[in-house]
C-alpha cells in the first residue's frame, strides 16, 4: 500500500474538521474525494501536505508516517498537492512558474525530460512559456499548477478543485489529463465537488460528509449508490 491515512482528526481552533477519517491508496490507482463544501475534503488534503496540523491519527507514505514532517519534507518524499484556486506566481512566467516546482531537485537531464513530458500534457503551455502567468485564462492557470506539481516528480499527486471555474469544455480536458497523468504511472488523489466527473475518472471513492466518511468503495458503484444519486448527482 502506497499511502494511508488512520482515524485523522483536524481542528482549526474549538472547530472540529475532519473526524476520525481513515482512507488508503494503492500505488496504481485514482481515489476521490467528493462532498459538499465544508465536508472536511479539503482540509484532510492540506493535513497530506503538511500546510495543516493533525490533531489526533496518522498519515503513511511509503511504510513512514509524515503527518509530522513540514511540507517541504513531505514534497521532497515525493507528495504534491494542487491548490484549490490553482495559485500560481502572477508575476513570474509560464516557463518560470514550472521551474519552480523543480526547486528541490538537482537532477538537471531528468528535470528536463519531466519539462518535455508536462509541455506533452499541456501544449498551450508551451506556447506560452514567456507569458505572464496573471495572463493566462483560468484554465490555462489550472494546467500551469498542476504541470508545476508534476515538475517536482511526485510519487503520489493530490489534486484539490481542479474543475472548480472552468468552463464544461475545459472540465472535460482537465478530467482526461488526470487520466493521462495516471496512466503514466502517478496515483492522484483527487478532490472534487462534481461528483459526476469524480466518480467517472477515479477507481475508488470516498464520500465525505461533516468531516466524516459517510460511505466508499469502487467509483463504479458509488455512481449507481441511491443516496450518492440523491445527493451528489441531481436525481
Do not use: C, W
Not at 112 to 126: N, Q, S, W
Amino acid at each position: 500500500m502506497l499511502f494511508e491515512i488512520k482515524d485523522l482528526e483536524v481542528h482549526y481552533g474549538k472547530v472540529q474538521a475532519v473526524k476520525g477519517v481513515s482512507l488508503h491508496l494503492d500505488a496504481d490507482s485514482i481515489v476521490t474525494l467528493i462532498g459538499a463544501n465544508g465536508a472536511g475534503k479539503s482540509s484532510t488534503l492540506r493535513t497530506i501536505s503538511g500546510l495543516v496540523r493533525a490533531s489526533a491519527g496518522e498519515i503513511l507514505f511509503e511504510g513512514e508516517r509524515i503527518d509530522k514532517l513540514p511540507p517541504e519534507k513531505i514534497v521532497a518524499r515525493g507528495i504534491a498537492q494542487v491548490p484549490e484556486g490553482r495559485h500560481v506566481f502572477p508575476e513570474l512566467t509560464v516557463l518560470e512558474n514550472l521551474m519552480t516546482g523543480a526547486y528541490l531537485r538537482r537532477d538537471k537531464d531528468k528535470i528536463k525530460r519531466d519539462l518535455d513530458e508536462v509541455f506533452d500534457h499541456f501544449p498551450r503551455l508551451k506556447e506560452r512559456r514567456p507569458q505572464y502567468a496573471k495572463t493566462l485564462s483560468g484554465g490555462e492557470q489550472q494546467m500551469l499548477a498542476m504541470g508545476r506539481a508534476l515538475m517536482a516528480a511526485p510519487k503520489l499527486l493530490l489534486l484539490d478543485e481542479p474543475s472548480i471555474g472552468l468552463s464544461p469544455v475545459l472540465v472535460q480536458e482537465i478530467a482526461k489529463i488526470v487520466v493521462e497523468i495516471h496512466e503514466r504511472g502517478v496515483p492522484v488523489v483527487l478532490v472534487e465537488q462534481n461528483a459526476e466527473l469524480a466518480l467517472k475518472i477515479a477507481d475508488y471513492a470516498y464520500v465525505m460528509e461533516t468531516g466524516r466518511v459517510a460511505l466508499e468503495g469502487p467509483a463504479a458503484e458509488l455512481h449507481e449508490h441511491e443516496h450518492v444519486k440523491r445527493a451528489y448527482l441531481g436525481g
